[in-house]
């Protein structure tokens, strides 16, 4: 079976923002990489339903995202509810991944908050034997955690992933968000924000640019070639 990494976003943009570059990367591998936004994020200024599922398909185009779906939770009001969590469970037990992404656990956003814990939950859900939730069990191997905060948390990451070569990528798809990142004016120094970030951690590696990633539990080095490309 063909391995699969989820992404589980608490808006439409915020996969983009935190880790839009290690997308890019593995679908140039050819891993498989399914991303579902847990709300479209509306409303917003300058945005609609219509406008962010278009910008969304855009940016899905840039990052050659081919498998992303909508859960269709109510934008600030995301919460980790019994309910919520059969619901993302069922996209769990359905693509089978082996290793999940979720937002980081503090936020000032009660929506980046809630949907990190739904993750959390829905992961253990998936598991689950009797059961009314659809398709067959399934647990995820590893969790890791991606930063699209709204606070200036500090960061100290369990590995952080080389995006060289996919930091424009990255860049042209949150810029496909127009009504949130070019229209909004208060947000278009986002962007350089999220650029300066990168180039950041990418000097931490001593190279071009990177994301941070954090997992609660060791990650796991199994291998001489595994332990030399650290």
Not at 34 to 60: N, Q, W, Y
Not at 80 to 104: G, V
Not at 211 to 229: C, G, H, I, Y
């Amino acid at each position: 079976m063909e391995p699969v990494v989820m992404v589980v976003a608490p808006h439409q943009d915020d996969a983009e923002i935190g880790m839009g570059g290690t997308i890019a990367s593995l679908r140039s591998e050819g891993v498989r990489v399914v991303i579902v936004d847990l709300s479209d994020g509306e409303p917003t200024p300058f945005g609609s339903p219509e406008i962010r599922a278009r910008e969304t398909k855009a940016a899905s185009s840039i990052l050659k995202i081919e498998e992303r779906e909508l859960l269709g939770l109510p934008n600030r009001e995301i919460t980790d509810s019994t309910e919520n969590r059969k619901r993302l469970a069922s996209c769990i037990r359905r693509y089978k991944p082996e290793i999940i992404f979720a937002p980081y656990w503090s936020d000032a956003h009660p929506d980046h908050v809630q949907a990190s814990a739904l993750v959390d939950a829905a992961r253990f859900y998936a598991k689950f034997v009797k059961t009314d939730m659809p398709y067959e069990p399934w647990y995820v191997r590893s969790q890791f955690y991606f930063f699209s905060t709204h606070m200036k948390v500090r960061i100290q990451p369990s590995y952080v992933y080389d995006i060289s070569g996919f930091l424009e990528s990255k860049l042209s798809a949150i810029r496909a968000f127009e009504s949130q990142f070019v229209l909004h004016q208060k947000n278009a120094q986002r962007l350089q924000e999220i650029e300066t970030e990168a180039r950041y951690w990418g000097n931490q590696l001593g190279v071009e640019a990177g994301e941070p990633f954090v997992s609660k539990e060791n990650v796991r080095v199994k291998s001489a070639a595994q332990l030399f490309s650290l």
